[in-house]
């Protein structure tokens, strides 16, 4: 029996296996609180899983496009993608950090241009994935601790 | 090899090959630059001298760079008197510059400005150093000046020293110095080792590097690149003069090296040469300086397209 906690939806996005706690930083990183889609979204915190508790987060009307929502892939690296059509999954992807962050994870370094009033956005590029290691675009150090820089 | 357009951001962005052209066509621009050969090779052409942090040497080299060849020099010296003061962004700054020009050079105080800047302009952008990041253009004058004062770059042994930690030119060089396969000496105070990124990096390029804290052995060293330690880092102005007092350089020290060792200085210097070595023949650091007028020509004269 498939395992359905909020009201199924229709068509659209499902993003399944978020660690507990971090859907609303989902939300933020996707940019969902800055220009809120038209469409309905549920989130579902402490859900119980086969492996333990997760969060997942509902959108209706709506395929996000999957090099957009790898972004998360940061806070949540074992997110999966589902899309629905007519009610089943036609569709899913596990996250991959993508090869360049924009906007998601600020400098360390208080002198870098990025974190100055030029019009840009902080840009990291990803050196490897697993340990993940990025690098900022325009400076070029590595931060230690990278979720604690996560806009 | 292309180089007409391109940025000059970081001596990483070049390769091996492209160093050595550099060079080359640096070397056919020493009668021009030294004023025995009068030159027309940029006429008509504007370089914007945008120094949003002041500098003697370098705006001053790439000035003359350009005036040596016949082109023209728009800009300001210092931030004071632009319109940044007011609040413009670096942004606006370089998209307003680059109408009036045909490259940009500049220093800025803030780390990743000239890749900013490169994103932003359509013209060639050349960093004249971005606060603690990149100075390409000092490194490709330390090796032309190598490359002039021992007949070939390859083949030498190279001390860095002084303050390799916060001493910017240096990670640039010792990388620049690994890509030709030189084996180096980081001597240094303790508190101020090269960062371990860039002794990793050059051990990775297959050169042998040792870490000293002293002077002692440099006997077999073809080259001792010499970089000032600064007061400001030291809390205690005690600590600071007898840590810079045992890396300064003298005749005493001069006794111990190769007879032929080749002294080289960013300059800036204070006291970590003594002024008696200035008439030497190891004293390199004054045609150091003035190779960077040959080498800006010719960076000059390649991003635009002129020379190939
Ligand atoms: N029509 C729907 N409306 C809302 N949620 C749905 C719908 N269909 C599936 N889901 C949810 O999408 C996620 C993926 O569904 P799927 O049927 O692939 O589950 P699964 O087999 O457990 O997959 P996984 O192995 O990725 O956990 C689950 O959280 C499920 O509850
Ligand atoms: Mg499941
Ligand atoms: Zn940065």
């Known amino acids: 029996m498939k395992e359905l906690r909020v009201q199924p939806i229709k068509d659209g996005t499902v993003i399944d296996h978020i660690p507990p706690g971090n859907a609303l930083k989902v939300l933020h990183i996707l940019g969902m609180e800055r220009n809120l889609p038209e469409s309905v979204i549920s989130i579902a915190i402490n859900v119980k899983g086969k492996r333990g508790k997760k969060d997942i987060v509902k959108i209706e009307n709506r395929e996000l496009d999957t090099q957009e929502v790898n972004k998360i892939a940061l806070i949540a690296p074992n997110a999966t993608i589902n899309i629905i059509r007519n009610y089943e999954v036609v569709e899913k992807h596990r996250v991959k950090v993508p090869d360049e962050l924009v906007g998601i994870v600020k400098c360390g370094n208080p002198n870098c241009i990025s974190n100055g009033r030029e019009p840009v956005e902080s840009r990291f590029i990803v050196k490897s994935r697993e340990p993940l290691r990025i690098k900022c675009y325009y400076c070029e150090r590595e931060p230690e601790d990278i979720s604690s820089q996560i806009i | 090899m292309n180089f007409k357009g391109r940025d000059v951001i970081s001596i990483k962005d070049f390769s091996r090959e492209e160093i050595l052209h550099v060079l080359d066509v640096a070397e056919r621009m020493l009668p021009i630059a030294e004023g025995k050969e009068k030159s027309d090779l940029l006429h008509g052409y504007i370089m914007a001298s945008l120094f949003f942090e002041p500098s003697t040497r370098t705006r001053l080299s790439f000035e003359a760079a350009m005036k040596r060849l016949g082109g023209n020099v728009i800009g300001f010296a210092r931030p004071g008197t632009t319109s940044l003061k007011k609040g413009e962004t670096m942004a606006d700054t370089i998209r307003t510059a680059e109408s009036y020009c045909d490259v940009i050079v500049m220093r800025h105080p803030q780390e990743g400005s000239a890749r900013l800047a490169?994103?932003?302009?359509?013209?060639?952008?050349?960093?004249?150093?971005?606060?603690?990041?990149?100075?390409?253009?000092?490194?490709?004058?330390?090796?032309?000046?190598?490359?002039?004062?021992?007949?070939?770059?390859?083949?030498?042994?190279?001390?860095?020293?002084?303050?390799?930690?916060?001493?910017?030119?240096?990670?640039?060089?010792?990388?620049?110095?690994?890509?030709?396969?030189?084996?180096m000496k980081f001597i240094s105070p303790p508190e101020l080792q090269m960062p371990k990124e860039v002794v990793e990096e050059c051990r990775e390029m297959g050169v042998e590097i040792n870490i000293e804290n002293s002077l002692?052995?440099?006997?077999?060293?073809?080259?001792?690149?010499?970089?000032?330690?600064?007061?400001?880092?030291?809390?205690?102005?005690?600590?600071?003069?007898?840590?810079?007092?045992?890396?300064?350089?003298?005749?005493?020290?001069?006794?111990k090296a190769k007879k032929d060792v080749t002294i080289m200085h960013p300059l800036p210097r204070v006291d970590e040469i003594s002024p008696e070595l200035d008439s030497t023949p190891n004293a390199a650091y004054f045609r150091q300086t003035f190779n960077g007028v040959p080498v800006r020509m010719a960076l000059l004269a390649l991003v635009l397209g002129v020379v190939e």
């Not at chain 2, 002039?148 to 390859?154: L, V």
């Not at chain 2, 080259?223 to 840590?243: A, C, G, M």
């Open chain 2, 216 to 255: 002692d052995d440099i006997g077999d060293m073809d080259v001792l690149y010499v970089t000032r330690i600064q007061k400001e880092r030291f809390p205690d102005p005690e600590e600071y003069s007898r840590v810079a007092g045992s890396y300064r350089i003298d005749r005493k020290l001069l006794e």
């Open chain 2, 118 to 183: 490169a994103d932003f302009a359509s013209v060639p952008i050349i960093n004249g150093g971005d606060g603690a990041g990149h100075h390409p253009t000092q490194c490709l004058l330390d090796l032309f000046t190598i490359k002039r004062e021992k007949g070939k770059i390859e083949g030498n042994s190279v001390a860095l020293i002084g303050d390799l930690k916060y001493g910017r030119t240096v990670h640039s060089l010792a990388y620049a110095l690994a890509l030709f396969g030189i084996d």
